[in-house]
């Protein structure tokens, strides 16, 4: 490597831990925030009933008869948006899915895959679904997370 190249290999290289150590104190709150949280009965309201219902502001980027995407709060990622089920029927998390949710979970996955292209997340993205507490799950409806815009690691958390 010259020097301008070096130069600048080093700098997208700052630019990318900088970008992974800026979200290390939300990190935190969201594992308090998950481990506070408690599962409670699978069709038990949550936030995301109220966003849903339209009681509680959300910057939405999709909708339709099934799903709704907006905006996270607490970004992790510069384009973060969690995509979530309308009608939750006992889905709470993942692992309480049976086979009559096999619709939902895929058609969760293919509006994330129309969120990310809509988002102009074309060099990649990533999908995490929390699962419990030690997941860090912090909401019981269960809900896809849209992450992109940077490099993301490996291992994640």
Known sequence: ?????????ISERI???ASHLTCSSSMASEKQAALGATPSDADAPTIFDKIINKEIPSTVVYEDDKVLAFRDITPQAPTHILIIPKVKDGLSGLSKAEERHCEILGRLLYTAKLVAKQEGLDDGFRIVIN???????????IHVHLLGGRQMNWPPG
Do not use: A, I, R
């Open 1 to 9: 490597m010259n020097g301008n190249s070096n130069n600048s290999w």
């Open 131 to 141: 699962d419990g507490p030690k997941g860090c799950q912090s909401v019981y409806h």
């Open 15 to 17: 630019v990318v831990l």
